[in-house]
T-cell receptor, first 108, second 112 residues
Framework: AQRVTQPEKLLSVFKGAPVELKCNYSYSGSPELFWYVQYSRQRLQLLLR??SRESIKGFTADLNKGETSFHLKKPFAQEEDSAMYYC??????????FGAGTQVVVTP | NAGVTQTPKFQVLKTGQSMTLQCAQDMNHEYMSWYRQDPGMGLRLIHYSVGAGITDQGEVPNGYNVSRSTTEDFPLRLLSAAPSQTSVYFC???????????FGQGTRLTVV
């Protein structure tokens, strides 16, 4: 069974500081991994996915199969990064399993 | 392009009442799902469908029913509302495969 663990419920960082959100997963087979973000009063939206290896809004995430991790990083946090972040695994049928989420608060 | 549309946005129910949360998508996505979002628990899958006529249970299906008569619509029915069903409900759709999921704006349900 898929399982996604986000150990931090709340991450408070200063503007300009690096931020790292941890995500560990358990999955049998080759996982699809995603980070979704929910800004205040908005719907969830895709931030990035591991297969595209892209950087969105300065965020990157590296898949480490040995450690079964997919941590999200940004070198310099901005106030507009304050949001709820969810790590998720997906299967080939389309089912997504989400972690509990990490609330990021960026203070000036 | 409407994407995923959920109605209503807000709802207050009395214990024991029934209601249907509506979800529609116009992207011809095969996969649709319902999640509930509770503090500290993330999004938990209630029911999902991989195509018209096919539905299956997720992680927390008790107290909810779904049907998928068309590709576009995936309503969620609360049979007899309970205070434990107070939550924010999200509908999502996705093409099968490694693709982006699109979410509705959510329904905030309170059961008193």
């Amino acid at each position: 069974a898929q399982r996604v663990t986000q150990p931090e419920k709340l991450l408070s960082v200063f503007k300009g500081a690096p931020v790292e959100l941890k995500c560990n997963y358990s999955y049998s087979g080759s996982p699809e991994l995603f980070w979704y973000v929910q800004y205040s009063r908005q719907r969830l939206q895709l931030l990035l996915r591991h297969i595209s290896r892209e950087s969105i809004k300065g965020f990157t995430a590296d898949l480490n199969k040995g450690e079964t991790s997919f941590h999200l990083k940004k070198p310099f946090a901005q106030e507009e990064d304050s949001a709820m972040y969810y790590c998720a695994t997906g299967d080939s049928w389309g089912k997504l399993q989400f972690g509990a989420g990490t609330q990021v608060v960026v203070t000036p | 392009n409407a994407g995923v549309t959920q109605t209503p946005k807000f709802q207050v129910l009395k214990t024991g009442q029934s209601m249907t949360l509506q979800c529609a998508q116009d992207m011809n996505h095969e996969y649709m799902s319902w999640y509930r979002q509770d503090p500290g628990m993330g999004l938990r899958l209630i029911h999902y469908s991989v195509g018209a006529g096919i539905t299956d249970q997720g992680e927390v299906p008790n107290g909810y029913n779904v049907s998928r008569s068309t590709t576009e619509d995936f309503p969620l029915r609360l049979l007899s509302a309970a205070p434990s069903q107070t939550s924010v409900y999200f509908c999502a759709s996705r093409k099968t495969g490694n693709t982006e999921a699109f979410f509705g704006q959510g329904t905030r349900l309170t059961v008193v």
